[in-house]
């Protein structure tokens, strides 16, 4: 069952992580969500992706506009610890601890700096067009190599 994007993202925000020393920005949260779907359809096939929200290939990196929308009045600031409201099944839960320990201990800049080097990105990035979508085989072409290291 895929989650809405906003369901994974309120999750990556409910984690406690004091000792990080950096608070999840959108941009951060935008990073953490493509390597989630990412790795996921890797695992599961592009017919088993983690979230149905679309990823667009934005001029700094790869955006689930929907979250996007929803968190950007914080514009580059902090955003709020979320409580989750839509319980997510156990092998769910520990595979979205598992990309935040994983990814979530680069900063933002460093997490854009990474897509921007990645195919998903690359390939579908286009300047000054906001509607490209990352198509999920996209996403699998490239995570699934990552997977079988």
Sequence with gaps: MAYAALTTAKYFLAIPDADSGELISNLKLQKLLYYAQGYHVALQGVSRPLFADKIY?????????????HYSRYRD????AERLTTPLDSWTKSFLDEIYRSHGRFSAWALREMTHREPPWLKNYKPNVLDIEIPLSDLRAFFHQNVQK
């Design 77 to 80: 600031g902090a955003l709020p």
């Design 57 to 69: 290939a934005w001029k700094h990196g790869p955006v689930v506009k929907t979250v996007y929308n």
